[in-house]
């Protein structure tokens, strides 16, 4: 059993390896569900060609301050939870598709997880041991499955700004409970700031880089617009000498979606399927073909897939729109 773990581990490492990769991350971020899954909600998934999925357990506080974090609990949605995690992970695996696990948390109300802040040390502290307790709970069940990549934090610049040593010590107690790569999800105006990546495996970014102001930009319009982030990018890449990873990226399917690519909120706007799939088309051109470019995780796949999405839709999701075909495509490459 030992040397099967060790033979896996060893295939991990050559198929991440900077200069030895021949097969990007072609992922998905599939959303957690009320309920368990089965063959028949991750055909999709195996459809669009993808090899990877991140699975996302949520842990949770009441406000931005607040230093304690409930997870797993039977007041959770099944997917948000560890037995949710394995279940989903095992049905992925068994169809030969890797797994990064990727825990959020969610603050009441949608607030900002970049924002999460303490007001004093005491709180602090007590923030910190429950973080180590929720995420290393988590990097165990990551070892338990053999999941091919965790992710040690999403969104929390405050966090881990102001507490730096914190983040290296919980970095080597992840280590210890877990053998595979180890990535942190950094919000696309955080990545620049942080000074662990050579502590990690890989540096992650959410990619929702504003691209453009116009209503429907055109694919070389929006690849125009990476031109600034791309050499900003590609400067920490070559300062830490770590392939970069979008831990998300994405855009909705309505007008204006390379103005504020991470706008959620925004309920209203005509539905604009064409700009969805020019800006997929259009960061896939500017960064598959790139060496220290690892792959990334397309945001967001639901399981009950033709229950969303569609051409009435001007979210996220690319489901039942043309941005699925155009995914499927380049995923196919």
């Known amino acids: 059993m030992k040397i099967i773990k060790l033979f896996f581990l060893l295939i991990i490492t050559l198929t991440f390896s900077c200069k030895s990769q021949t097969k990007k991350v072609n992922g998905v971020s599939f959303v957690a569900s009320r309920d368990s899954i089965s063959k028949e909600h991750i055909n999709p998934v195996l459809k669009s060609q993808s090899n990877f999925v991140a699975l996302m357990p949520y842990g949770f506080i009441k406000e931005l301050s607040t230093p304690e974090i409930k997870y797993n609990t039977d007041r959770q949605w099944f997917g948000e939870t560890k037995n949710g995690l394995l279940q989903y992970a095992k049905i992925f695996q068994k169809e030969n598709i890797r797994i990064m696990v990727k825990p959020h948390i969610w603050v009441w109300k949608g607030e900002f997880t970049g924002n999460i802040k303490m007001s004093s040390e005491e709180s602090w502290k007590i923030l910190e041991k429950s973080y180590s307790q929720y995420i290393l709970a988590y990097a165990k069940a990551a070892e338990d499955l053999n999941a091919a990549l965790f992710c040690i934090g999403t969104e929390l610049e405050q966090f881990v700004i102001n507490r730096p040593k914190y983040w290296q010590k919980l970095i080597l107690e992840i280590r210890k409970v877990y053998k595979g790569k180890l990535t942190y999800a950094a919000n696309w105006d955080e990545y620049h700031l942080h000074e662990f990546w050579n502590d990690l495996d890989f540096i992650g970014i959410d990619a929702y880089f504003p691209l453009s102001e116009k209503k429907s930009p055109t694919i070389a319009e929006y690849e125009l617009g990476w031109k600034s982030h791309k050499a900003a990018i590609l400067k920490v890449q070559q300062q830490f000498n770590k392939p970069i990873l979008f831990t998300e990226f994405g855009y ?42 690892a792959g990334g995780f397309v945001w967001k796949w639901f399981y ?5 999405g569609g051409e009435k839709n001007n979210r996220f999701t690319p489901q039942n729109k043309p941005a699925e075909e155009l995914i499927r495509k380049l995923y196919g490459l």
């Open 304 to 308: 009950s897939h033709d229950k969303v």
């Open 252 to 293: 909705r399917s309505v007008d204006f979606n390379g103005k504020k690519p991470w706008d959620s909120k925004r309920l209203k706007g005509a539905v604009n399927l064409e700009a969805q799939a020019n800006a997929l088309q259009a960061i896939h051109n500017q960064f598959w073909k790139e060496e220290w470019f």
